[in-house]
C-alpha cells in the first residue's frame, strides 16, 4: 500500500526535491483545500519545474496522501475495495479500515489529520474535500449508491475508529477485529446496497 | 432538558456559589476524571459544605453535565430513550440525538468536549468515563444489550455528528431529520436487538 509510485529512469532534482514538494503541497492543500490547489501550483511553491512533481506523483490524491503521511493512498485503497464479491463489500471495508488502524504508524498521522480538522477550519475544508471528491464519491459513483449512504457507512467506520483509538472506550478498544467485522459488516453492507 | 434540579426553600450560599461549584467540578473532572471524583471532593475544592453540593446537584451525573454545559443529562435523557416500544428504540435514539444537535447553542459545548477529548488525554479520560459510565453501559444493562453493541451503536452516532457538523460533509450535513431517521434507525436498532 504504497502512496507513491516512481518512474524509472533518471531522477532529477536536489535529494530532496521530494521533501520540498511535500512541504510545499502541506502549505497549499492548507491554503486552498484540496479542491483547488493544483500540480501547478504546488510546483510554483517548491519553484521546481510542474513536470519534477509529476514525476514524483502521479496524481494530486497521491501527493497529498504522501503530504498528510497517510498509510493509503485512494488509488491503492479504492480498488482494494471494489474487486471482489459486492455481497462482501461491508465485510471487506471494515476488516481494510481495521487494518489500517490497527497499528500506531499507521494509525497516528490519521488522527492527526483528525484532529486538525476539529480544531482547524481550514483543516477541517482540506479534509472534508478530499474525504468527498477523492474517496466517498469515487466509491458511490462507481457502485452506483447515493452519496448519503456512503456518509452514513464513513460515519459509522469513523466513529468506531475514534471510539476505539482516541476515546478508547471498552469493550470497544480492545474487541478482536473478527468480532467487529461481524458486528459492523452487516451495518456498511446494508448501506452498500442501497 | 434541564441539566439540574433547584430543590425548593431557601437558597444558602452567595450568589455565585453554584457557579463556584461548577467551576470547583470543572478542575476535579478534569485532574481526576469522572469515576474518581466525588461530591465531596468538589465540595472541598470549592470550599463549601458537601450538604450545598447536593442542594445544587443532585447527582453526579448532572453536575458533569452542568460543569461541561451539556445540553441534556443522563438522568433525563436515558428515561426518554427507554420510554416507548423497543422495536422503535432505533428510530427514538436518532431522532433524539438530532434534536439535541440540530441548534449550535445545545451543540457546542458537546463538540467543545469532544475537541478537548481528541486533543487531550485528561480530557479523553473524562469523557470516556462519563460516556460509558454514566450513559452507555447504563443504557445497556437496562436494556440487556452486550456492551459492545452499544458502542458500536454510539460509534455511528458519533461519527455522524461529527461528519454532518465538524466535518460538514455534503449532502450529510444539510441531509433532512427525516431522512436521516430513517436511514440511520434501522442501524441503531439492529444493535439493541443484540
Redesign the interface.
Known amino acids: 500500500m504504497s502512496t507513491t509510485k516512481r518512474r524509472p529512469g533518471r531522477r532529477p532534482g536536489s535529494a530532496d526535491t521530494r521533501g520540498e514538494i511535500l512541504a510545499a503541497a502541506r502549505k497549499v492543500f492548507a491554503e486552498k483545500g484540496f479542491d483547488k490547489a493544483t500540480v501547478r501550483g504546488i510546483a510554483r511553491e517548491a519553484k521546481v519545474d510542474p513536470a519534477l512533481v509529476h514525476h514524483y506523483f502521479e496524481t494530486k490524491e497521491g501527493m497529498f496522501a504522501a503530504a498528510m503521511q497517510l498509510p493509503v493512498s485512494p488509488e491503492t485503497v479504492i480498488p482494494l475495495l471494489l474487486e471482489g464479491p459486492r455481497e462482501e463489500i461491508g465485510e471487506r471495508l471494515v476488516r481494510l479500515i481495521l487494518r489500517v488502524t490497527a497499528s500506531p504508524e499507521t494509525r497516528e498521522p490519521l488522527v492527526a489529520l ?2 486538525s ?3 482547524n477550519e481550514q483543516a ?1 475544508t482540506m ?2 474535500e478530499f ?2 471528491n477523492a474517496l ?1 464519491y469515487q466509491v458511490a459513483d462507481q457502485l452506483k449508491v447515493p ?3 456512503i ?2 457507512a ?7 475508529v ?2 476505539r483509538y ?7 478498544a480492545s ?1 478482536d477485529p473478527e ?1 467487529l467485522v461481524e ?2 459488516g ?2 456498511i453492507q ?2 452498500f446496497a442501497g
Open positions: 483528525i484532529r480538522a476539529m480544531t477541517a479534509m472534508r474525504i468527498t466517498l452519496h448519503l449512504r456518509e452514513a464513513f460515519g459509522q467506520m469513523f466513529g468506531v475514534l471510539g482516541v476515546l478508547k472506550l471498552e469493550p470497544l474487541a468480532e458486528l459492523l452487516p451495518t446494508r448501506y
